[in-house]
Structure formats: C-alpha cells, structure tokens
C-alpha cells in the first residue's frame, strides 16, 4: 500500500499564507470597522480619492486590453491571410498546368516548386483515385481529410519532422486528388511568441495603470486636504481661512475661487449680522429705556386717569416705533430673498408717481417746501407695484426730512431705453461722498441725520429693492442737496 506523501511542504506555505492575511487585515480593515448588526466600509475603500484612482485604472487597463486584443487579432489574422493567398496562388497555378497538359505537366510543376521553394514551407501532393502517391512532398495522403474542396489546419510528418500545416483539397479530373498547402509551424511559433509579448506587455501596463491610480490618489488627496482643513478651520470658527490656489488655473482652482468667494461672502454675512445686531441693540435700547421711564414715571407719580393715559399712550408710541423697526427689517430681508419676485409683471409707474407727488405735494406746501414733478404720460417697468411705491416714498420722505423750510423737491421720472429713472432731488444738506457708499447699510447715520429722527433703514429698504429689480440705487450730489436716482429695468431680465 502507498504512503501518505508528508504534509510538511504545505506548512510554509500555509504560514505565508496566514502572514499575508493577517497584513491585509491590519492595513484595510483596521479595528472598529465591524459592528454589532451590521459592516462598515474602511477608511480606504471610502475614499473619494480611491474610487476615481480605480476608476482611472479600470479605464486605463480596458483600453491597453482592447489595444492588445486588437493587435494581436489583426496580427494573427494578417498571418492566417497571407497563408491562404499564397495557396489560393499556388492552387490557381497548379490548376493551369492541368489543363495545359494533365497530370504529367502537374507532376513536373510541383517538383519544380519544391526545388524552388527557398523558405521550404511549401506543401504538395497529388495522389491517384486509390490515394497513392505520385508527387509531392509527403509519404501519403493525411488521414481524416477528404479531397472534397476544403480547408484544413492539421499535423503532419515531413522529413520525419512533425509540423503543423494548414492545406487546401481539390478533386481533379480523372479520380486525381490534389493537396496543397504552407507549414506554418514557424507562424505559429511567432504567433506564441507575440501573445507572450502582449502578455508582459499587458502586465507592465497594468503596472503604470496602478502607479497612475496612485498618483492620481494622491494629487486628489492632496488637493482635497487643503480644503477639508479649511473648512475644518471655518467650522470651528476660523473665518479668515482660505483655500491656497495652485495657480495652474484648472478646474481646483477654480473650484479654489469658488469657494474662498462664498466664504468672502459668509464672512460679509457674518459681519452684517453682528453690525445689525449691534444697530438693532443701541437703536432699540433707546425708546425701550424711555417707554420703561415713563411708565414707571406714571406709575410714581400719576395723579389721575388722564396723566396715567397720557403717559400709556406715550410708551405706546415709543413701542409701535419699535415694532416699526422690526417690520422694516423683516420687510428687508423677505425682499433680499426674493420671496415677492414671483409677483412681478409689467405695470405703467407713470399713476403711481402721480398719485405720491399728490401726496407729498400737500405735505410738503404744509411745510412751506416747494414740490415738482415731472414725468411721461407712460413710464413701464417690470417689478412689484407696492415695492416701488415703498422705495420711493422713502426717497420723498428723506427729501422731506432734510429739506429746510424755504427748501424745494423735484420728483421726476423718465425712460431711457430698456430702463426706466426715478429721480428725488432736495435742497437740503446732501450727504458728504465718503458717506454715500455708507448710507444704504442697515442703521446707518450719517453726521448730518443724528439729529433728526429715523432708524436708518430707509435706503437700506429702497437699495434691496432696486437689487430685487435688478436695477441700481445712486445718490449723487444736487449741489446743494442730494439727488438720488433709482433705475428699474422696463422689461423683465432675458426677454428681448
């Protein structure tokens, strides 16, 4: 009986084996990656990075296969084509000479041939009806193929040297068979050699296809990580971080730009906020103080009901003042999210100036103010009909505001061709030029408006509605006074 061959060859196999498993596991699925009911990916194979490395590999490696495939194809067919025409030739030869003079001249064309055939690659044989030899270079017909016009690859013993021959058969007349064919041994030999060729090929370039997807990971990771750890630093509060450009001007850099962009405006953002909130704090703070006084006041020292609603009905005003400026606010910051745009359609503003230089006409001769007004029978726009009606109003009650008693306010409106102009023009002290940029920011006060009462945030108001209407908001110096000039587009944006 035959003994066991001993395991112990199998044993360091087995323990390298074990050892390359036990590494795979440490370095992919790191500890803490399987949870109770459920598998998480590693770290690695979450990788944004890993996933387009693989993915250029996969690219890389499929078209270097279609390459070799093609290669090798047509190399292998360009071959197998040139065998078959040089026998087809061969053949058509072959058959002249049989109809010129039968089997004799047959018999003497192929010896010439062979004798002739300096690659000795060529293949004959013409046999009789009994299949016995009467020319050619091998001992007798091959077994298996029939002389019914038909090709074959198959083996053959020439010279007592075994090849491989690809031939071709032919009936002739007269129960003659004629075979004629090439060994292509060599052919195949070369053809063995060019896939071994392909093969390394193929292995080299899937070694350049997974250092590409390594630099490829690495570029991306590299690039990604600059970002990651700026918005890391933004997260925890860093806002003047920033992410570095490269300088190559690609699709990261540009990515890069974006992004320090939108934190630019975050930052702006961050910073309104805090100027609001501090406005919104010591403008409030005020009337809120002088409500609690009088109230408190009142509450001392109030004799009767009429001092006691005197003092009430006070408080009241300097509350509905609050609640005036909240409402400014919010109105602000709905027209700045362009939650009314979906109301817009094209309306004729030529009524509605009309119907405030009525307003403000009387207004204005109350207060000795002279008022004019100048506009086309027609002036269309595109936008929200109350909006406009609300940012100029707070253009005509500014003029009001800082016009003196002898002063003079022109409200004019005019169309220039896709853009309609609302023009308010006062006599009083204007504003200085290193204001102007200023004004229209959320409770700002100028020198010149801390004496007079206002919150600040009516050209706040008509600034986010010139913007909502893609128009412009511009105050310009009327020598003396100020001439500001709101432009609303006539039609809406993109129409022709």
Not at 204 to 213: E, F, N, P, S
Not at 337 to 354: C, I, K
Not at 383 to 393: N, T
Not at 416 to 427: E, K, P
Request: glycine content about 8%.
């Amino acid at each position: 009986m035959r003994e066991a061959a001993p395991a112990a060859p199998l044993a360091p196999a087995l323990r390298a084996w074990l050892w390359w498993r036990r590494r795979f596991v440490q370095r992919f699925w790191l500890p803490g990656h399987w949870l109770p009911g459920r598998w998480r990916r590693p770290p690695l194979l979450r990788s944004a990075g890993l996933r387009f490395a693989s993915l250029y590999a996969a690219l890389f490696g499929l078209s270097a296969l279609a390459l070799i495939f093609f290669l090798w194809w047509d190399t292998a067919a360009l071959l197998d084509r040139q065998v078959d025409a040089a026998i087809r030739a061969d053949a058509e030869g072959l058959s002249e000479r049989w109809e010129a003079g039968g089997p004799a001249a047959l018999v003497v064309t192929i010896r010439d041939r062979l004798a002739e055939n300096v690659d000795d690659d060529a293949i004959y044989l013409l046999v009789d009806k009994d299949r016995q030899r009467i020319a050619g270079n091998l001992d007798r017909w091959p077994p298996g193929v029939a002389a019914d016009d038909d090709w074959y690859e198959l083996p053959i013993v020439r010279d007592n040297i075994r090849s491989l021959a690809r031939v071709h058969t032919f009936d002739l007349p007269g129960g003659f068979h004629l075979l004629v064919g090439r060994d292509v041994e060599a052919r195949v030999r070369l053809r063995h050699v060019l896939t071994d060729a392909l093969l390394w090929a193929l292995l080299v370039i899937a070694g350049l296809g997974a250092a590409g997807a390594l630099l490829v990971r690495s570029v991306l990771q590299s690039t990604l990580a600059d970002i990651s750890r700026t918005t890391a630093a933004i997260g925890a509060g860093d806002l003047s971080r920033r992410v570095r450009l490269s300088g190559r001007g690609d699709e990261f850099d540009h990515l890069a730009e974006t992004i320090n962009d939108m934190l630019e405006r975050i930052g702006r953002l961050m910073d309104g906020v805090r100027e609001v909130s501090n406005a919104i704090a010591h403008d409030l703070r005020t009337p809120i103080t002088r409500a609690r006084a009088r109230l408190e006041d009142a509450l001392a020292h109030a004799t009767s009901a009429v001092d006691l609603r005197a003092a009430i009905e006070r408080a009241e005003a300097d509350l509905d003042g609050i609640v005036a400026i909240f409402q400014a606010i919010l109105r602000i910051a709905e027209i700045e999210a362009g939650a009314r745009r979906s109301a817009f359609a094209p309306l004729d503003l030529a009524p509605v100036l009309a119907d405030l230089a009525e307003f403000y006409s009387a207004v204005a001769e109350e207060r000795g103010i002279a008022f004019a007004f100048n506009a086309p029978p027609q002036l269309p726009v595109f936008g929200d009909r109350d909006m406009i009606q609300q940012a100029v109003a707070n253009l005509l009650d500014n003029a009001l505001k800082f016009s003196p008693a002898d002063g003079a306010i022109l409200l004019a409106g005019e169309c220039l061709g896709n853009t309609a102009r609302i023009i308010v023009a006062d006599r009083g002290p204007g504003i200085p030029e290193a204001e102007r940029r200023h004004v229209t920011e959320r409770f700002y006060r100028g020198e010149t408006a801390r004496s007079t009462p206002g919150s600040g945030l009516g050209l706040a108001l008509t600034q986010a509605v010139a913007q909502l209407h893609d128009g412009t908001l511009t105050l310009e110096d009327n020598a003396p006074g100020l001439r500001a000039i709101l432009t609303l587009p006539t039609r809406r944006h993109g129409d022709a």
